[in-house]
């Protein structure tokens, strides 16, 4: 099992941009699957963008040229740069790293309101 811990949530305005991080504890990170789930009130968790260990990378359709997913593996962190936020981006956002079991971050609030 691994500890996630996301931060760099917040208020922001439409055309505004966040960088939301997500630290893991235990090993070995370099080896997992991470990412992004994103939701909104009323609404089912969905897949935002993910990681491979290799880097491969995936993104929602609503979210492609807008976020970018990186991670850094010496600091076992994954990243979520989102550029060009609209209203609709507002949601819980949720880290997750896959090893066989999937381990999930407490979630982070992005609210895009003028």
């Known amino acids: 099992q691994v500890q996630l811990v996301e931060s760099g949530g917040g208020l922001v305005q439409p055309g505004g941009t966040l960088t939301l991080t997500c630290a893991a504890s235990?090993?070995?990170?370099?080896?997992?699957?991470m990412g992004w789930y994103s939701q909104a009130p009323g609404k089912q968790r969905e897949l935002v963008a993910s990681?491979?260990?290799?880097?491969?990378?995936f993104y929602a359709d609503s979210v492609k040229g807008r976020f970018t997913i990186s991670r850094d593996n010496a600091k076992n962190t994954v990243y979520l740069q989102m550029n060009n936020l609209k209203p609709e981006d507002t949601a819980v956002y949720y880290c997750?790293?896959?090893?066989?079991?999937?381990?999930w971050g407490q979630g982070t609030q992005v609210t895009v309101s003028s």
């Open positions: 997750y790293a896959d090893l066989g079991v999937r381990s």
């Open positions: 990681i491979s260990s290799t880097r491969n990378t």
């Open positions: 235990g090993r070995p990170f370099s080896l997992r699957a």
